[in-house]
Each structure stands twice: as structure tokens, then as C-alpha cells.
């Protein structure tokens, strides 16, 4: 249950990989990441409204993280959907980053019910604990809520993008496959193949005909846990899909590896970090988002 008061009550304590506290949503980092880069990227909410808000899915108050400019209208949306980490703090900067340049952007917390993975200390654990529990069903329903909150605060559903890092990638290649009001989508470095399990029955790959929007795809030729092979056969799959998804892209950074975005952590590539960043504003913005 949300309790902003009480979590505003709580103390201080720097992050380490022997003590965690409960912070609120879109602040700190996961343990698993720890000690985070010194050039992690922070974003002032000055001119925003930004925090924690909850939206209703189903029969669940899912916390989400949202920045907008004050006082404002009308606004295209972001959809930001969360790595494997989930709402920490470089999510919510990523919120605010869209929120400066105009957008309502919104991440909610799509793990709420299965765990924290900020606590967990290890990539590992995270991956056996929470993400193999998420049912790719429960977060699409999650995301449709988020929309449905956005287009009730402010947000021009007219104007609707999403974008998504790593596990988050994957999900946003299948909302595109999902959304019917979706623009554009950016997935970062998701994967679009992999093994088919009760929770996720089906891959981005198998759904290339139902792809509603055009998808952006920024990939690292150094990743190693994304076969190029993958991404050569989404490629030809999309080249006969229909003809909303042949409007996509890819890009292949060949020097970058996984998580190449992710700013507070070794990965990091700063020149492609930023291009793939220019790209994703200039995909929403041909896109009819912006």
C-alpha cells in the first residue's frame, strides 16, 4: 500500500551492498548495480511536477513514477517502461528528461506484485525471483492502465509513445504489438527472442504481424545476451509484416554493449548513449508524438 507520509519519515542511509532501505519510488539504485558510475546523470524536476503517483490495474494499486511540465495540458505521452532494476533513479531521471522537452512521461512499477528488486544483491537473483514471475499478460494490463491514467492527467492519448530499456525493451516491442492508439516505440536493446514459459508464452518475434506502431530498435554489436542472428531475423520478419511495421528501424551501435544507456553503471557509451537519445526524439517526433 502506498504511504507516501510514512516513507517520507524514513532516514537517509547510503546505499551499499550490506544495508538497503525501502526508498521511495524513482530514488536510489538496486543493490545488484552498486557503487553506481560518478558520471550518472541527474535531471532537476524545476518547472515539473514529478513523484510517485499510483494507478489502478485491475485490482491493484501499481505505484508509478511521472514528470510533467506544471501547470500544462494537452501533453504527447511517454510510456517508460523499467530494466530489470525497476522505477530507481535512473528511470526517473529518463522521466524527467522527456518531461523537460514537453511530454508527460510516466513509468510504473510493473514488478510491484512479484517483488523489490532494488533489495536483491545480485543480476541473478533479480532474474529468478521477479522477472521470471511476470506475466507478460499482467504487465500489458498494467501498461493499459498507466495510458488510461496518463489520458486523465494532462495527457494527449492522441500523442502516445513508448519506450523501453532491457526487459523493459522487450515489453515495449510488445505493446507495439498490443496498443492500437500507440505512435512510435523505442526499444532499447530488448530482446525479441527466447525461450517460451508460462509467464511470457510468446516473443516479440512471433507477433510481428499484429505490430501496431513503428518500432526504433537501438542494439549493441557487443551484446552479448542478443544474438545479431535475432535481430537479423526480426528484420526479415517485419520486411513482410504489415505495412505500419516496415516503418521500423534498426541501429547497431558496434563498439556498444548491453545497457550501453544505462549511465550509472560501466556499460555506459556516452557517444552512442547520446545518439540513440537524439534518434528517440527524432522517431517520436516523425512519428506524430512530439
Request: net charge neutral.
Amino acid at each position: 500500500m502506498l504511504n507516501p507520509d510514512v516513507d517520507s519519515l524514513v532516514p537517509h542511509v547510503p546505499f551499499n551492498r550490506r544495508t538497503f532501505i525501502k526508498a521511495a519510488l524513482g530514488t536510489g539504485f538496486a543493490a545488484a548495480v552498486l557503487p553506481v558510475s560518478a558520471q550518472t546523470i541527474h535531471t532537476d524536476s524545476e518547472g515539473l511536477e514529478a513523484g510517485e503517483i499510483a494507478v489502478r490495474s485491475g485490482g491493484t494499486l501499481v505505484p508509478a513514477y511521472r514528470a510533467q511540465p506544471k501547470g500544462k495540458t494537452h501533453l504527447p505521452v511517454i510510456i517508460v517502461i523499467h530494466e530489470a532494476f525497476g522505477v530507481h533513479e535512473h528511470i526517473a531521471d529518463v522521466c524527467r528528461r522527456f518531461a523537460k522537452l514537453g511530454y508527460l512521461a510516466i513509468a510504473p512499477d510493473l514488478f510491484v506484485r512479484e517483488g523489490d528488486p532494488m533489495a536483491l544483491p545480485t543480476i541473478q537473483q533479480i532474474s529468478q525471483q521477479i522477472l521470471s514471475k511476470v506475466p507478460d499478460e499482467q504487465a500489458l494490463a498494467d501498461l493499459d492502465a498507466t495510458v488510461a491514467w496518463a489520458g486523465e492527467h494532462g495527457g494527449d492519448l492522441k500523442r502516445l509513445g513508448v519506450t523501453g530499456f532491457c526487459w523493459g525493451g522487450r515489453i515495449a516491442w510488445l505493446y507495439a504489438e498490443h496498443e492500437p492508439r500507440l505512435k512510435a516505440a523505442v526499444a532499447w536493446y530488448g530482446r525479441v527472442v527466447g525461450d517460451r514459459t508460462a509467464t511470457n508464452p510468446a516473443n516479440p518475434l512471433d507477433r510481428v504481424a499484429e505490430l501496431r506502431a513503428p518500432v526504433l530498435g537501438l542494439y549493441g554489436l557487443q551484446d552479448q545476451s542478443i544474438p545479431q542472428e535475432s535481430l537479423e531475423q526480426m528484420k526479415q520478419a517485419i520486411a513482410q509484416g504489415p505495412q505500419v511495421a516496415r516503418g521500423s528501424q534498426f541501429v547497431v551501435y558496434n563498439d556498444a554493449g548491453h545497457a550501453f544507456f544505462a549511465d550509472y553503471r560501466p556499460s555506459y557509451k556516452k557517444a552512442d548513449a547520446e545518439d540513440g537519445w537524439r534518434r528517440t526524439l527524432a522517431w517520436f517526433k516523425q512519428h506524430g508524438v512530439a
